[in-house]
Structures are given as C-alpha cells and as structure tokens.
Nanobody, 123 residues
Framework: QVQLVESGGGLVQAGGSLRLSCTAS????????MEWYRQAPGKQRELVAQ???????DYVDSVKGRFTVSRDNAKNTVYLQMNDLKPEDTAVYYC?????????????????WGPGTQVTVSA
C-alpha cells in the first residue's frame, strides 16, 4: 500500500516562510505528477502547485513568485517552499501523487493523498 505524509506546517506571521514536505512510502515503482492543494475553511480545495516527473512546474496565480515546488525523486519527496506568507494562505495543505505501485499481484497507477498539514498565517 502507498502512503503520503505531509510535514512542516505551523503558525507563522505574515511575511514569514514555511517549507512543507511530503514523502511517499510503499511498494512504489515510479512517481509521476505531484501536486500541492489547499483548503481553507468554507472554501473548496484548490490546486496550488504542480511538478511533473520531468521537473516542469506550475502554480496558481495567487502564489506565483512566492511559492516554489521541488522534488527529490531519490527520497520520494516533494517540497513546497512558501515565502512572504499572507493571512489568505491559511489553510490545510495536502499533497497528492500520481504513483505507480505494486498492489498485490498487479501494477497499478493511482492518485494518492496525504492527510494534510495545517498552515496558519497571522496578520
């Protein structure tokens, strides 16, 4: 079974920085696209950043120039460096991976989510 676990969330003042990590474990054969989402109270979950297997990245407009997504394939880990944080960045942040893994007697590609990590930015 594949599991994703996020870490690095916390409470920070506006203008501060946090670095989130998400590590995948299990019978992983390859990790394709990895993404960071966030969900603020009363709002829909939104895609924040994406990094493809080849390293191409993309961001939602509201975080461009402030957030940087990267990955360490050897560690099955994706990072989200968040700088110049704003109160509106407050949310639970989730990572999602499109992962090919061995499941029992077969090989399957599926989407896996982490449980989320809280990021709170105070004014």
């Amino acid at each position: 079974q594949v599991q994703l676990v996020e870490s690095g969330g916390g409470l920070v003042q506006a203008g501060g920085s946090l670095r989130l990590s998400c590590t995948a474990s299990g019978t992983i054969l390859s990790i394709n696209t990895m993404e960071w989402y966030r969900q603020a109270p009363g709002k829909q979950r939104e895609l924040v950043a994406q990094i493809l297997s080849g390293g191409t990245t993309d961001y939602v407009d509201s975080v461009k120039g402030r957030f940087t997504v990267s990955r360490d394939n050897a560690k099955n880990t994706v990072y989200l460096q968040m700088n110049d944080l704003k109160p509106e960045d407050t949310a639970v942040y989730y990572c999602k991976g499109i992962i090919t893994a061995r499941q029992r007697m077969t090989v399957m590609t599926d989407a896996y989510w982490g449980p989320g990590t809280q990021v709170t930015v105070s004014a």
